[in-house]
């Protein structure tokens, strides 16, 4: 069982897919697959401490924002974003900026500067 490219890493929207393996039986039984952002965070490695070998989504300790290049800025948005007109969404020169926006636009504290968000 080998992880394909989306397991590895994001496309230009931000987003790929869960690398951890799944079993049944005892034997391999492909991946998790659902919608990652990124390979496992601190606070994620407390939610899920088994093997990642690439991209983790929320459930296996990935990322909790999306984070992504729009124009000249980034963009950070929810792990049930729609778009930018129905979801809310922070933009910033840098991912952390634009996480820090987010958390600003749905009304939670934005962390510590170079905090993780999530």
Partial sequence: MQCGMRHRELDKNGEGLCSVPMW???MPAGFCDEPAFGK???SGRQRYSGYVPGLACYGHGGPEFRVFKD???YCAVQRDFE???QSP???GATP???IQALLREI???PKAEGGEAG
């Fill in 96 to 98: 952390g900026e634009a």
């Fill in 24 to 26: 049944c039986g005892g």
């Fill in 71 to 73: 124009g000249d800025k």
């Fill in 83 to 85: 778009d930018l007109v």
């Fill in 40 to 42: 496992p965070t601190e």
């Fill in 107 to 109: 009304g939670e504290q």
């Fill in 89 to 91: 969404a922070g933009f």
